[in-house]
């Protein structure tokens, strides 16, 4: 019987590595004979799955789809020998990479992870944090956390916390420039945005006593390419912004951003997803954390960073 097993650890590491000579000598194998079985996988499939370089090796997109399946067919290999050699009730353990957006990663994220490694001592997680759209198979990710709505994918989504949007400003920067009773004052304030093209130009708002709903051009001197860094300047009094509730919720409750124009906040909803490949058979690790996730930023969950 031909070792397929062995020939996805073959394609996966050539790939991995960019080279057949690299795979090779993570593998034992000389160059050829990793070239060889890449070809006879090829052969039996019917189908190209690289494109050979002179520098590097990359996927067609049927071997994308096969190396996303040979991955899982091999932490499932992995899962099942851990669990066979420690007991049907061994805990999840080996790299997670998972990768999240700025805004959800510093303001949420961050304080949740020493209560997960405290948890699942034996996860190793290799996290990053910033503003890109990364596909998960070219970062090799476990685990991509997405806020707001999702393309068609051949991943799954599961919801890991959903809340609105709201327009703050810093105390300073209202006792200098006052207090907009009105969407339209805002043409006269510094409102502060991102500089990545956005589906709504303007800002939203709802007038409470028609129930009309309008953009409101909005402009200011400082435009950002991360949430943090955007609710930072917001804080020191810069200027006015429009962000995720979620994350300027610390600050509101301190006193350091305060919430204003409620009365004409038309109530969207920002969603924050976990992403991770499809597959009948989730790896234990990543079944964990996101279930960690969603029960630690439920609204009736442990407070983040309090320990869970």
Known sequence: MDNRA??????VASLEHGSFSAAGRRLGLTPSAVAKLLTRIEQRLGTRLLMRSTRKLKATPEGELYLA???????????AERAVANGASAAPRGRLKVTSSAGFGESLLLPLVPSFLDRYPQVDLDLSIHDRVVDLFDERADVALRAGPLADSSLNARKIVEAGRVVVAAPAYL??????????????HNCLGFNFRRSVAGWPFRDPATGREWEMAVSGNALLDAGPALRRLCASGLGIA?????????????????????????????TVHALFVRHEHMAARIR???????????????????GV
């Open 288 to 306: 964990a954390f996101v279930d960690f996730l969603a029960a630690s930023l439920r609204p009736d969950g442990p407070v983040p960073g309090a």
């Open 69 to 79: 399946r040979a991955r899982q067919i091999l932490a499932d290999i992995d899962d």
């Open 6 to 11: 062995g020939e996805m650890d073959v394609f």
């Open 175 to 188: 006792a200098r420039h006052g207090t907009p009773a009105h969407p339209s004052e805002l043409e006269r």
């Open 242 to 270: 429009r962000v995720g509730r979620l994350y300027v919720q610390r600050e509101i409750e301190e006193g350091r951003l305060v919430p204003i124009l409620e009365a004409f906040n038309p109530g969207e909803m920002e």
